[in-house]
């Protein structure tokens, strides 16, 4: 589950609020070890991922770098090609 967190700072465009709420629930998903909740929970869950996105956000808005921004395409591709020598 959570390898599918990626990394979201410092890319151009910058990481959108689906993005930012994606790697909340994969992060509140691999700590509660739910995939989905039941109904008891899933007040708690879904209370958890939100405010997690909240925190995610202010953190992202925070933060500063002198390092140029990343382009998506170019990371995807970078990632395609580790995929490629990985797993053949």
Do not use: H, W
């Not at 958890?48 to 140029?68: C, G, H, K, N």
């Amino acid at each position: 589950m959570c390898k599918n967190i990626k990394p979201l700072f410092n890319f151009d465009p910058p990481a959108t609020s689906d993005e930012v709420a994606g790697a909340s629930l994969q992060f509140v998903r691999k700590i509660s070890g739910y995939t989905k909740p039941s109904q008891v929970n899933e007040a708690a869950f879904d209370e958890a991922v939100a405010d997690i996105s909240a925190i995610a956000e202010a953190l992202l808005a925070a933060l500063s770098t002198q390092a140029p921004s990343r382009n998506r395409e170019v990371e995807a591709e970078k990632a395609r090609q580790r995929a490629v020598k990985r797993y053949g």
